[in-house]
């Protein structure tokens, strides 16, 4: 079974600066997609950012970007120059078929 | 507003009552999920609907869980004599997926259950 791991359970970064949030995953499948999704205290969950396995390039997303290593079963986001609007729970999640497998989240919080 | 829509958005209920849960997806998605959020984890997921077809269900889906999706529009979410152990966020989720794509899933914000 596809398991996400989210190994940080909080992190803080200062407005600004750059954080970057963990996840592995484990699958034995070779083509599949990889998501991040932010949920801010009491809104619904956005996505912020996905990657398909297939593509070698790592997404990026204005001042999201992520770091892919197919082989390690690792997938990171990267926030560039932090805003305080970033601060969030922050979901690494999988897509098994037809339904999302998430991680544990990682608490974001930013700093002034 | 034409995204998901969940209502109620809080729900206090005592142990042993029925409650039921009302999701109103975008209105072009065909497909409907719902999954369950604890406090300090992930949404896990329970059951999806493609139309009025329930597709998939999860081993968290017990008996005193049913779902439904009649016209393959709004769905609702039954759970027969609550626990405890049912309080958690409820989230409801929708996308449009065809043969050739599974475009991302919206979520609602969610309808919070408490079993007192």
């Known amino acids: 079974a596809q398991t996400v791991t989210q190994s940080q359970p909080e992190m803080s970064v200062q407005e600004a600066e750059t954080v970057t949030l963990s996840c592995t995953y484990d699958?034995?499948?070779?083509?599949?997609?990889l998501f991040w999704y932010k949920q801010p205290p009491s809104r619904q969950m956005i996505l912020v950012i996905r990657?398909?396995?297939?593509?070698?390039q790592n997404a990026t997303e204005n001042r999201f970007s992520v770091n892919f290593q197919k082989a390690a079963k690792s997938f990171s986001l990267k926030i560039s120059d932090s805003q305080l609007g970033d601060a969030a729970m922050y979901f690494c999640?999988?897509?098994?078929?037809?339904?999302?497998?998430f991680g544990t989240g990682t608490r974001l919080q930013v700093f002034p | 507003d034409t995204g998901v829509s969940q209502d109620p958005r809080h729900k206090i209920t005592k142990r042993g009552q029925n409650v039921t849960f009302r999701c109103d997806p975008i209105?072009?998605?065909?497909?409907l999920y719902w999954y369950r959020q604890t406090l300090g984890q992930g949404p896990e997921f329970l059951t999806y609907?493609?139309?009025?077809?329930?597709?998939?269900k999860s081993r968290l889906l017990s008996d005193r869980f049913s779902a439904e999706r009649p016209k393959g529009s709004f769905s609702t979410l039954e759970i027969q004599r609550t626990e405890q152990g049912d309080s958690a966020m409820y989230l409801c989720?929708?996308?449009?997926?065809?043969?050739?794509?599974?475009?991302?899933?919206?979520f609602g914000q969610g309808t919070r259950l408490t079993v007192v």
């Open positions: 609907f493609q139309n009025e077809a329930q597709l998939e």
């Open positions: 989720a929708s996308s449009f997926s065809s043969n050739q794509a599974h475009a991302e899933a919206f």
């Open positions: 699958t034995s499948e070779s083509d599949y997609y």
């Open positions: 209105s072009e998605h065909n497909r």
């Open positions: 990657q398909e396995a297939y593509k070698q």
């Open positions: 999640a999988y897509r098994d078929t037809d339904k999302l497998i």
